[in-house]
């Protein structure tokens, strides 16, 4: 690993050089980058190739009947990512999601037990580009969430247009996800029986912006509803922490100032999705690509924040809980950093 990872530093350095993948390398590096491109295939294709399956046989063939029902399913189906979603444990517990996580390697470090008797809002910092240890961890059984944290059932939470787009809705759901309306998340997080969580990535779209290598930049000092909804679910909230989130994907330059910059938060402000342009490796070479670099992602989840139930909590209560959260996620980052990070960056908030 310590090889294939050096090539991939040293790549980004030599401008105009492709440096090509041995052709020693082991068949289980090679299975896990292929889990790698099954992982991103369905994001990549699936929201346009839903709609195009479903014009084409409405269309162009003889078999219009399939889109219709599956049309029908859709306005039937739409509130299903608001009340809890619709997993398939099977799904979770491919072995392909074993080598995705292998391929960085992910890891999952728990610090503190989670009672099951409890609902959870567990908090993962920092966004990246894709959030990819909360979707391994917490989307799949690719680090054994479930046994790690026995008796819980956590849901990962996506925007809700997601779940507009045909059969990339279904995909999603089946991994567990659910959508981030305010609406879901109290009705995960209200359930009395408890056994409950949920996974929000509080920065957004906008934090995605920040996200080079090297860096700890989170967007997080005016996001309170997470509070507020925890207030109102009695819920109790988990800082997440990932160290190497951002370490996976490069991204065009856009400082502060620059025109790309400009153009995002135009666009973002506009859209809600921030037009991040990220690079990586390729299939058979480490220069350029989509794909993710073979970064470690250590995901370290802190230890539980009590919050009192309170369904119209004043504005003093959730600044104060606001605090006390960033207090503590600090401190996780902090205590870790040595550990997982090997490096003196800063924690930025913003």
């Given at each position: 690993m310590a090889k294939e990872n050096s090539k991939q530093n040293s790549s980004t350095a030599k401008k105009g050089v492709i440096e090509f993948a041995p052709l020693d390398i082991p068949w289980s590096r090679r299975l896990?980058?292929?889990?790698?491109?099954?992982?991103?295939?369905?994001?990549?294709?699936?929201?346009?190739?839903?709609?195009?399956?479903?014009?084409?046989?409405?269309?162009?063939?003889?078999?219009g009947w399939i889109s219709l029902v599956y049309i029908i399913w859709l306005i039937y189906d739409r509130n299903t990512c608001t009340e809890g979603g619709r997993r398939f444990e099977f799904v979770r517990r491919l072995k392909v999601w074993k080598r995705l996580?292998?391929?960085?390697?992910?890891?999952?470090?728990?610090?503190?037990?989670l009672d099951p008797s409890k609902n959870y809002l567990l908090v993962y910092h920092?966004?990246?580009?894709?959030?990819?240890?909360?979707?391994?961890?917490?989307?799949?059984?690719?680090?054994?969430?479930?046994?790690?944290f026995q008796g819980l059932k956590i849901s990962f939470l996506t925007l809700r247009a997601n779940f507009n787009v045909p059969?990339?809705?279904?995909?999603?759901?089946?991994?567990?996800?659910?959508?981030?309306?305010?609406?879901?998340?109290?009705?995960?997080?209200?359930?009395?029986?408890?056994?409950?969580g949920a996974i929000l990535v509080a920065g957004g779209a906008r934090e995605a912006l920040y996200s080079q290598p090297?860096?700890?930049?989170?967007?997080?000092?005016?996001?309170?509803?997470?509070?507020?909804?925890?207030?109102?679910?009695?819920?109790?909230?988990?800082?997440?922490?990932?160290f190497g989130e951002t370490d996976i994907f490069l991204q065009v330059d856009n400082t502060e100032g620059s025109m790309l910059r400009?153009?995002?938060?135009?666009?973002?402000?506009?859209?809600?999705?921030?037009?991040?342009?990220?690079?990586?490796?390729?299939?058979?070479q480490?220069?350029?690509?989509?794909?993710?670099?073979?970064?470690?992602?250590?995901?370290?989840?802190?230890?539980?924040?009590?919050?009192?139930?309170?369904?119209?909590?004043?504005?003093?209560?959730?600044?104060?809980?606001?605090?006390?959260?960033?207090?503590?996620?600090?401190k996780l980052f902090y205590t870790h950093r040595e550990k997982y990070d090997n490096s003196d960056v800063e924690l930025t908030i913003l």
């Amino acid at each position: 690993m310590a090889k294939e990872n050096s090539k991939q530093n040293s790549s980004t350095a030599k401008k105009g050089v492709i440096e090509f993948a041995p052709l020693d390398i082991p068949w289980s590096r090679r299975l896990e980058t292929f889990a790698v491109l099954i992982w991103f295939f369905p994001f990549c294709v699936f929201p346009s190739f839903g709609l195009f399956v479903l014009i084409y046989l409405l269309y162009c063939t003889n078999y219009g009947w399939i889109s219709l029902v599956y049309i029908i399913w859709l306005i039937y189906d739409r509130n299903t990512c608001t009340e809890g979603g619709r997993r398939f444990e099977f799904v979770r517990r491919l072995k392909v999601w074993k080598r995705l996580s292998d391929y960085f390697p992910i890891r999952l470090i728990k610090t503190s037990e989670l009672d099951p008797s409890k609902n959870y809002l567990l908090v993962y910092h920092p966004h990246g580009i894709l959030s990819l240890g909360a979707l391994v961890n917490f989307g799949t059984e690719g680090t054994n969430v479930s046994d790690v944290f026995q008796g819980l059932k956590i849901s990962f939470l996506t925007l809700r247009a997601n779940f507009n787009v045909p059969l990339f809705r279904e995909y999603i759901m089946a991994l567990g996800g659910c959508s981030v309306d305010k609406g879901s998340m109290v009705h995960i997080l209200s359930r009395r029986s408890g056994g409950n969580g949920a996974i929000l990535v509080a920065g957004g779209a906008r934090e995605a912006l920040y996200s080079q290598p090297n860096t700890q930049i989170l967007y997080l000092k005016n996001r309170k509803g997470f509070v507020k909804v925890a207030i109102q679910t009695g819920a109790s909230l988990v800082p997440v922490f990932a160290f190497g989130e951002t370490d996976i994907f490069l991204q065009v330059d856009n400082t502060e100032g620059s025109m790309l910059r400009k153009f995002q938060k135009k666009f973002l402000s506009i859209t809600g999705v921030a037009p991040v342009l990220p690079f990586g490796r390729g299939i058979f070479q480490y220069t350029f690509g989509l794909l993710p670099l073979r970064k470690p992602i250590t995901t370290v989840v802190g230890a539980p924040i009590s919050v009192e139930k309170k369904l119209e909590p004043s504005q003093e209560e959730i600044d104060s809980l606001h605090e006390k959260y960033i207090d503590a996620l600090t401190k996780l980052f902090y205590t870790h950093r040595e550990k997982y990070d090997n490096s003196d960056v800063e924690l930025t908030i913003l």
